[in-house]
């Protein structure tokens, strides 16, 4: 399952740094605008405690975790909607991945410039969600010569997606990104595909000094203040910081270097986390002598669709599902205590896979 999550935001906040914490891959972190020229791809490993505490019971020869995709795009610029700067460019970018990590400078520093030339995260959160807005406008407006015509014509299908549309122009015209348009499951398909950029879920990453880590400053203070009203989530990172830790050599030095600056968890693992998050995922977990390894899913998926994830096979000749909670394979200590335990229960079609559980899954192509 690949799903990506695209870092955006003005030039000079820091997009490149903490895609350089993120991956292996080396974004080019310089003090002019646009050094990410075109978009870095890294493959993120999901941070997940429960993988390694199952690998200490299993003691397997391998240990696999799940990943997701970040992708480093060129910075926005006033008029981007319009094709100035490399507008079009980010565009596109934007449009190919499936959630938003919009990064805010909230730090103060005169030897990194700003395209504006002062310090204010909110303007720059304006500037791009209105770049965004006028784009979803442009193909709203574009589709709905068309729909309309179909609408007046009798077209049903093209009345629901017409009165969709005008519901989506309605927001941007006040400025509102079209995520804050209501519409019901059977709409979500239409949606889809749509593309607009503005229904993508989206985080919010504050980006502080280090005496910021913890608790923040005024400019998260006022970035909180002005999403409130959004379906948004905020995370504050220092990411200077961040990749001063990158540089330690081991975990323990890593650790030491957090505690020190009062944090139990780097910036960097929180944020894989919250994106992991912000996409929908969810993860369970395959178990036994040769692989301990995580797999992602959606929320909400049944058992042969998470059978699918590890070969189609599995899902097409699906029979049924040997499951056992995370909390029941820790406290019981192996898959054959749970069994004596009564705690591996089996599930058929319609089972709805939960985070964490731990499957076998029996199938017959």
Known sequence: ???????????????????????????????????????????????????????????????????????????????????????????????????????????????????????????????????????????????????????????????????????????????????????DKDQAKLVKELGLLTTKPVLYICNVDETSAVNGNHYVDAVREAVKDENAEILIVAAATEADIAELDTYEERQEFLNEIGLQESGVSRLIKAAYKLLDLRTYFTAGPKEVRAWTFHKGWKAPQCAGVIHTDFEKGFIRAEVIKYEDYIKYGSEVACKEAGKMSIEGKEYEVQDGDTMLFRFNV
Not at 43 to 65: G, S, Y
Request: glycine share 6%; net charge negative; with cysteine.
């Open 1 to 183: 399952m690949s799903l990506q999550c695209g870092i955006v935001g003005l030039p000079n906040v820091g997009k490149s740094t903490l895609f350089n914490c993120l991956s292996n891959a080396k974004a080019q972190a310089a003090n002019f605008p646009f050094c990410t020229i075109e978009p870095n791809v890294g493959v993120i490993t999901v941070p997940d405690e429960r993988l390694n505490k199952l690998a200490e019971l299993v003691k397997p020869e391998n240990i696999v975790p799940t990943t997701v995709e970040i992708v480093d795009i060129a910075g926005l610029v006033k008029g981007a909607s319009k094709g100035e700067g490399l507008g079009n460019k980010f565009l596109a970018n934007i449009r190919e991945t499936d959630a938003i990590l919009h990064v805010l400078r909230c730090f103060d520093n005169d030897n990194i410039t700003h395209v504006d030339g002062t310090i204010d995260p909110v303007r720059d959160k304006e500037i791009i969600d209105t770049e965004l807005q006028l784009k979803d406008l442009e193909t709203v407006d574009a589709r709905l010569v068309k729909v309309q015509k179909q609408a007046n014509a009798g077209d049903k299908d093209a009345k629901v997606l017409c009165d969709l549309l005008l519901k989506f122009k309605a927001a941007l015209l006040e400025g509102k990104s079209a995520r804050t348009v209501e519409y």
